[in-house]
């Protein structure tokens, strides 16, 4: 037979002990209360003792609770920016990248505004340049050293007029088209330029060597007066090369050669200008050297 559900909790011993735990908890707290309110009428200056211990109590209890709550925190948000970790890594490696692609840019626009300006003021300076002309290529891993402009007869353009650079003196029209010409390069073997060093004035010749560089030979015989580091412009001894233009650099001196490097590099040079053939005069006096600064310029 089941037991019926009004059954009173007399008959259960947990369920009174339960209710009676209840009820002395319920007449404690009542009692509690009622001595609280009668101190802090009767003893305000006790019931404050009273506050104040019982704050010294509680405290450590709420900090370590706080404690345990940043703790639980701090370990989810730990957790999330893990979890977020790659992400946020990907975005900044985009980002980085993105600058660096602006920088090199930036880098490229002021290069090339800085070479139109020295081509501008090579233009300003120099007024018998007969056209100006993009390089569209050189060789560099052959014997012959040789460059094409986009400038050819039509331009004016015509065989032994000199070609030179921002930089200094690239070479010679050898052959010429109507829209393009070849240019012969200094460095080529075949190639021999009258220069003068900057540094005294003495008299040398260029020679290519036909792997990029020169050999600069004295024309006085004697001791090698050059020495690393020195700068040659063409002297205008012969014609075709105007006197004072910057030439080449010397890289390595012996006691029987000196190896000199065009100070203009056609494989890095965008544009060049054709110059009229110079024809010096019969009674031309002997140009002075050219400054050291303007030679580098």
């Known amino acids: 037979m089941a037991p019926p559900k009004t059954r009173r909790p007399g008959f259960s011993r947990r369920a009174q002990y339960g209710l009676f735990i209840g009820y002395v908890v319920a007449v404690a707290?009542?009692?509690?209360?009622?001595?609280?309110?009668?101190?802090?009428?009767?003893?305000?200056?006790?019931?404050?003792?009273?506050?104040?211990?019982?704050?010294?109590?509680?405290?450590?209890?709420?900090?370590?609770?706080?404690?345990i709550v940043r703790f639980f925190t701090g370990s989810g948000e730990a957790i999330s920016y893990y979890f977020r970790a790659a992400s946020q890594n990907d975005e900044l490696n985009r980002r980085l990248e993105a600058a660096e692609q602006q920088l090199v840019e930036a880098r490229a626009i002021q290069y090339e505004n800085q070479r139109l300006k020295r081509l501008l003021k090579l233009t300003q300076d120099y007024q018998d340049e007969i056209a100006i002309a993009r390089i569209v290529n050189s060789t560099f891993d052959s014997s012959r050293r040789l460059a094409t402009i986009t400038a050819g007869s039509a331009d004016g353009v015509r065989v032994g007029q000199p070609v030179r650079a921002p930089e200094g003196l690239i070479g010679r029209v050898i052959e010429t088209g109507r829209y393009a010409s070849r240019v012969l390069l200094i460095t080529d073997g075949a190639s021999n330029v009258p220069v003068r060093l900057v540094r005294g004035g003495i008299p040398a010749m260029a020679t290519g060597r036909g792997d990029g560089t020169l050999d600069i030979k004295p024309l006085e015989v004697g001791e090698n007066p050059f020495r690393r580091g020195d700068i040659f412009v063409t002297s205008g001894t012969g014609g075709i090369f105007g006197p004072n233009i910057p030439a080449a650099i010397v890289v390595r001196v012996s006691r029987d050669e000196t190896i000199a490097r065009p100070?203009?590099?056609?494989?890095?040079?965008?544009?060049?200008?054709?110059?009229?053939?110079?024809?010096?005069?019969?009674?031309?006096?002997?140009?002075?050297?050219?400054?050291?600064?303007?030679?580098q310029q």
Not at 38 to 43: E, N
Not at 276 to 285: R, T
């Open 29 to 67: 707290g009542v009692v509690v209360a009622v001595l609280l309110l009668a101190v802090a009428i009767l003893d305000p200056r006790g019931f404050s003792a009273l506050r104040g211990a019982a704050l010294d109590v509680t405290t450590p209890i709420s900090s370590g609770g706080r404690s």
């Open 263 to 295: 100070l203009a590099d056609p494989a890095r040079a965008d544009f060049a200008i054709v110059q009229s053939v110079y024809i010096p005069e019969a009674d031309e006096p002997l140009q002075p050297a050219a400054p050291a600064g303007a030679a």
